[in-house]
């Protein structure tokens, strides 16, 4: 983990977001002037050769992952990838106040209290927050996630030819990319929803710090879905129609109310399961008050979801572009890389991680 957010080196690793739809290899460069991204490569991952989080088809993924690498023209066999789903549990607790080292001895003890798992089938990592804020107390960010969920990442990517380096968060990561474009406000809260393929990481931010984060089971294949059962289409058909393109049929073919329809009615299905984690965060937390969201990955290109996203929850809401703050490059001009900027908070925010970090 890399906490608080907004200190952003970068050395010999790249970010490899591997993702149920595709994977993205993002090199960047950091320099006193800002950072610049340098390398990007992305292919295609089989449909349903990740189902939520657990890979089916491990040499097809390995497959991806050397073709984006190839594809990016990346040197560098250091990789930061990310984890998420319910595997992966993110848990802020209070504890008296200690030395690291000595949470260091403790921390299996006081994770067996706060995690559905058994803590001998897990990784734990954990990053004490604001040391001394309240007088005997500190607050620490604990993460666990599943020993066989990360054998998985390991292995796969043992058979690609890289090595991982770092193993983050995926919600971690997207913020870190929030952080580095966005100014960091101590007085703000600030909500992130990464809406990947197959589900969405939720990451609510007070002070520059983690308060609240959630993955839940919803995410943009549900609009190709819903688009393919109106329209009695492909998947891939209904996936480049969802994202504003055409049938490969005559336009005519495709019906708009019913594309309009298919795709509203999903999207308030999403933001009721967004809004639902907010809320809870709400009634369970002293930092309450969320100023605005902001909606990443490839589906919050979805047409309309911004201002849908307003109207149903009264939250200012705006796209994530994790290029924004970046320097002007070659690669960065290039139409391809402008559309995919929404797709990349994952590997942008783990290509900004430093090897020597934990």
Do not use: C
């Not at 990360?150 to 991982?164: F, M």
């Not at 983690?210 to 492909?234: C, H, M, W």
């Not at 109207?311 to 960065?332: C, H």
Request: hydrophobic letters at 45%.
């Amino acid at each position: 983990m890399q906490l608080p957010f907004g200190r952003f080196k970068n050395k010999s690793i790249f970010g490899l977001d591997i993702g149920s739809s595709s994977v993205k290899a993002v090199e960047v460069k950091v320099s006193p002037k800002g950072f610049e991204l340098v390398h990007l490569g992305v292919a295609q991952v089989p449909h349903e050769a990740i189902v939520q989080g657990a890979f089916l088809n491990a040499g097809a993924i390995a497959d991806a992952i050397r073709e984006a690498v190839s594809g990016a023209k990346i040197k560098s066999s250091q990789v930061a990838v990310a984890v998420s789903g319910h595997s992966v549990i993110v848990k802020k607790i209070s504890l008296p106040t200690m030395t690291r080292e000595e949470l260091e001895e403790s921390i299996r003890w006081e994770a067996e209290q706060y995690i559905p798992f058994d803590v001998n089938e897990v990784n734990l990592d954990f990053q004490i927050l604001n040391p001394g804020a309240v007088e005997g107390q500190m607050d620490v960010l604990l993460v666990a996630a599943k020993k066989e969920l990360i054998d998985d990442y390991v292995n796969v990517l043992a058979e690609a030819g890289v090595t991982p380096a770092i193993i983050d968060v995926a919600a971690f990561a997207v913020a870190n990319a929030w952080a580095a474009n966005f100014e960091v406000r101590p007085d703000e809260v600030v909500a992130i929803a990464n809406i990947g393929a197959q589900s969405t990481n939720i990451n609510v931010i007070a002070a520059g710090v983690p308060a609240f984060t959630r993955d839940i089971s919803v995410g943009g294949n549900a609009y190709t879905e819903e688009i393919q059962k109106a329209l009695s289409i492909t998947f891939d058909e209904a996936e480049r129609i969802k994202l504003g393109g055409t049938s490969e049929e005559d336009s005519q073919d495709v019906v708009p109310h019913e594309v309009e329809q298919a795709m509203r009615n999903v999207s308030d299905a999403v933001i009721g399961e967004i809004s639902r984690s907010l809320d809870f965060f709400s009634a369970t937390s002293a930092e309450s008050r969320i100023s605005k969201v902001f909606l990443a990955g490839g589906s919050s290109k979805v047409p309309g979801l911004e201002a849908r996203f307003e109207e149903k929850t009264g939250l200012p809401v705006e796209r994530l572009n994790p290029l924004a703050n970046m320097l002007p490059s070659s690669i960065y001009e290039s139409d391809f890389v402008v559309d995919m900027a929404p797709f990349l908070g994952v590997g942008v925010g783990l290509a900004l991680r430093e090897g020597s970090e934990r």
